[in-house]
């Protein structure tokens, strides 16, 4: 136990030393001037990554917690809801909505696929009583590793008055996202992925179009009411204690995107995927979405076949101290998952690659010893001088 | 900003070095066995603490949030419950029952007061089809430094089967509670109190009485639903991402006081909220509730009569960093409070005192310079001798 890992999951991530440090400060009053300027300055922070002049609040929950308040803030009970779904999480959301009373209306995407655009258009053009009150998406797929074209989705709603909900909690600082560009009504975001903090925080960014909607909204709620949050972000508190210490990672991770450049962080992410993608390519395992369609955040690598995710992911924790995920629900144990977003470096990669390589010739699966890494190294070399 | 503080809030409360430490470990994967040690051995941990063996759940909110839990999970619409408020966190508890369809009977008590347990006696009396399903209190009442006698109010119910769900967000740890002995089905705790822990987790005790309740309840729920948590952790994980480093902290902060003591660590409570008391009552300044149901955890004061609270609490804060907290609610401007609960030291308390003396001079107010000082100093004197 505590032996140094190499933690490639697609989150938590890695935190950096300096986030740990700001993490570690003594604590503060939450309700008093030292938080409040740190919610402030946060907040900021926070507007710039989602690209919005949209209000953003954090909440102290996981991810789930704030894809729980998108829906029950501004769905009610007997409302229905397109929800798009290309994997687990786009199940949750299915969930979440039945949990609330809420009709769900889920056209079939195979899983390692993204949401066809054009399926938007026809569902909500069909609707012509607009009776469909909002559609509901994940921007990354965390469970599969697709990233699905927001952009289009959104655009694809024409002049249909549904409210535009992304699940962007794995995909936020990885992938190009622009929630007022792209008409985006509400925007969920976590902690511990691109962000590069320990779990516990949630972020959600509502536009005007969602705040009239919340005003008459029938959905029962306490902790996770988004108006109430508003509310007290005017006074720059939070209606219930906040996670006061990861607040202050936040501040500090913040800081690092911005020095680093949204631009070159999303270029990064995209530059580890294809190190990855190359990398496991040449070792002769099957990747489950398409080049096209492919994650910056995380890679899902098909188990070759008599296997199990965890025949390879075993062994790479207990042998290599390399962390990746296994699969999730229907693909629990067909594939593993490289996770390449956060606070992760080039050589945590070449690192993961060899000890993949290992694990095969272990399982004596069929590889070139070191055919993983040297296709790695093309795309690194290719990029420096790109 | 970042100066050194003496924090003395109602929570969240200092963190010890060695927690801080623990929480800036490297992250691990939250669904690995090295997590899995962590959520076992913080479980165990609690279940000593909470005096149960019930099942006890960590969630990652704020306390408010397990407090919804409590009543989401047990109570269904159109249910009636017994709330007994003597302050803020009670009406709290009101409002999270309202918000759920549950009619609320609430037999008024005076800020500042402790509920009588033969009023619970006389309202459960009176049901006797038994329509009351559940009697909601809190332990420690932190908006007025009130404790509540949870024995006998458990005990006020007789045969009545009305769960007995407890807040004791702010008193756990810091005065007696004992889950089972006391016949608690329901008990909610928070990590930012006597825990020591910043702000971020909540713990949550549940017996059998509450989980067949839970069977046929029909709030609806997903992030908060404790049967998913139960059934997630008997294969030690968390439905959804924890805050890891929460945790991490936690398992120290149980250790702390594991080795204090439990005993020794509830006697402390007391002597710290002895030695305040008897410092402020030597300034000539009033205290909220009487010594007999007065909290170990923190110390409500009226404020003078023409000053607010913030008169008394900025100066504190702006001359001497001294952090206490105002007033709640109704008494917002008329009490400020000394929290003495957590990772404080005698130190604190007799330089928040000291510092008490000066603001009260800047003030023009009638007081003895060293008076409260010295009162303190006997009480600490005569706990070393005794």
């Known amino acids: 136990m505590w032996e140094k890992q190499i933690l490639l999951l697609p989150g938590p991530t890695p935190v950096p030393e300096r986030v740990l440090r700001a993490m570690g400060r003594p604590a503060v009053?939450?309700?008093?001037?030292?938080?409040?300027?740190?919610?402030?300055e946060v907040?900021?922070?926070?507007?710039?990554?989602?690209?919005?002049?949209?209000?953003?609040?954090?909440?102290?929950?996981?991810?789930?917690?704030?894809?729980?308040?998108?829906?029950?803030?501004?769905?009610?009970?007997?409302?229905?809801?397109?929800?798009?779904?290309?994997?687990?999480?786009?199940?949750?959301?299915?969930k979440i909505c039945k949990t609330y009373g809420i009709e769900v209306i889920a056209p079939?995407?195979?899983w390692g696929t993204a949401v066809a655009p054009h399926k938007v258009e026809e569902?909500?053009?069909?609707?012509?009583?607009?009776?469909?009150?909002?559609?509901?998406?994940?921007?990354?797929?965390?469970?599969?590793g697709v990233l699905n074209d927001i952009a289009s989705i959104s655009r694809a709603r024409g002049d249909h008055p549904a409210l535009m909900i992304v699940d962007a909690i794995s995909g936020l600082a990885a992938a190009p996202l622009k929630t007022d560009a792209?008409?985006?009504?509400?925007?969920?975001?976590?902690?511990?992925?691109?962000?590069?903090?320990?779990?516990?925080?949630?972020?959600?960014?509502?536009?005007?179009r969602a705040w009239e909607r919340a005003v008459n909204n029938k959905s029962p709620k306490y902790y996770f009411d988004l108006q109430a949050a508003r509310d007290?972000?005017?006074?720059?508190?939070?209606?219930?204690?906040?996670?006061?210490?990861?607040?202050?990672?936040?501040?500090e991770s913040l800081k690092m995107i911005q020095e680093e450049g949204q631009n070159e962080c999303l270029s990064r992410h995209v530059f580890y995927r294809?190190?990855?993608r190359a990398g496991v390519k040449a070792l002769g395992l099957e990747l489950l979405a398409p080049d096209t369609i492919a994650s910056p955040a995380v890679t899902a690598v098909r188990v070759p076949p008599g296997f199990k995710a965890g025949d390879i992911s075993?062994?790479?924790?207990?042998?290599?101290?390399?962390?990746?995920?296994?699969g999730q629900g229907k693909l629990k144990e067909e594939i593993f998952r490289i996770g390449h977003l956060g606070y992760v470096q080039l050589t945590d990669l070449l690192a993961a690659l060899s000890a993949l390589e290992l694990v095969m010739q272990d399982l004596n699966l069929p590889v070139r010893p070191g055919a993983g890494v040297a296709a790695a190294q093309q795309v690194i070399l290719a990029g420096r001088s790109g």
């Open 182 to 208: 792209w008409g985006l009504d509400v925007v969920v975001a976590g902690s511990q992925k691109a962000f590069m903090l320990p779990p516990g925080l949630a972020m959600i960014s509502v536009g005007p």
């Open 274 to 276: 294809d190190v990855v």
């Open 314 to 326: 075993r062994p790479l924790r207990d042998k290599y101290q390399v962390i990746v995920a296994g």
């Open 43 to 94: 907040t900021r922070g926070l507007k710039d990554v989602f690209q919005t002049g949209n209000d953003v609040l954090v909440l102290t929950s996981s991810g789930t917690g704030a894809m729980e308040a998108a829906v029950v803030n501004f769905l009610s009970p007997g409302d229905k809801a397109l929800v798009l779904s290309v994997g687990q999480f786009g199940d949750r959301f299915k």
């Open 29 to 40: 009053n939450h309700r008093g001037p030292d938080f409040k300027a740190v919610l402030q």
């Open 232 to 251: 007290n972000l005017t006074q720059s508190q939070t209606p219930y204690t906040p996670a006061v210490s990861l607040f202050m990672g936040l501040l």
């Open 108 to 110: 079939e995407f195979a």
């Open 123 to 144: 569902v909500l053009t069909a609707d012509t009583s607009h009776e469909i009150k909002a559609v509901l998406v994940q921007h990354n797929e965390t469970s599969t």
